[in-house]
């Protein structure tokens, strides 16, 4: 996984990743319209989006969304179930046996909070979630964020920071943290 980052908008290098995104949203749009009995399609386009075949027993039920898939890494036995989105550019990585309910998302990537810089930059920071960890339904983990083994989040939190081994995380409310 790559480290926190600050890309141009207007680079080479973003260039680059827009293309792949357009590339993956195309994949992603043919897996996602696939008879789920068509395990030879899914397993081929899955290959074409992570750059490599799915490992053994990893289990994704669509429709499935990533906007890179060459920085999302999968363990053996990883469940992910219906409709969740992997913004992986700057990495996501989900250990062993890790279980994620139906709409979570992972974000990587984002945006300086500067309005000035908001439009000249993306930020990013790697996820990593380590073995035998539950993300309830619809749960939101941002960029830079690792959590502990055995760890369960919450359906519908919001997680921003890090969260330790063997504990509970809950919680979506927004909060006011500064003003213009």
């Known amino acids: 996984m790559s480290s926190d980052r600050l890309m141009r908008i207007h680079s080479?290098?973003?260039q680059a990743m827009a293309e792949r995104v357009l590339?993956?949203?195309?994949l992603t749009s043919r897996l996602n319209a696939l008879p789920f009995d068509d395990e030879a399609g899914r397993a081929k386009l899955f290959e074409q989006?992570?750059?490599?075949?799915?490992?053994?027993?990893?289990t994704i039920y669509?429709?499935?969304?990533?906007?890179?898939?060459?920085?999302?890494?999968l363990a053996e036995r990883v469940f992910i179930n219906q409709n969740c989105t992997f913004l992986d550019y700057a990495g996501i990585r989900l250990g062993e046996r890790v279980m994620i309910g139906p709409k979570v998302t992972f974000i990587t990537s984002g945006h300086p909070v500067d309005p000035e810089e908001r439009r000249l930059y993306l930020t990013g920071a790697p996820i990593d979630v380590a073995e035998n960890v539950w993300i309830g339904a619809g749960a939101t983990i941002l960029p830079g964020v690792s959590i502990g083994r055995d760890a369960v989040v919450?359906?519908?939190?919001?997680?921003?920071d890090?969260?330790?081994?063997?504990?509970?995380?809950?919680?979506?409310?927004?909060?006011?943290?500064?003003?213009w």
Do not use: Q
């Not at 590339?23 to 195309?26: A, I, L, M």
């Not at 989006?49 to 027993?57: D, K, N, Q, S, T």
């Open 62 to 73: 669509p429709p499935f969304y990533t906007d890179h898939g060459l920085n999302l890494d």
């Open 154 to 160: 919450a359906a519908g939190a919001v997680v921003a």
């Open 49 to 58: 989006i992570l750059g490599r075949p799915l490992p053994p027993r990893v």
């Open 23 to 26: 590339r993956v949203t195309e």
């Open 162 to 179: 890090d969260v330790p081994p063997a504990s509970l995380v809950t919680g979506g409310k927004a909060t006011v943290h500064r003003r």
């Open 12 to 14: 080479a290098e973003f």
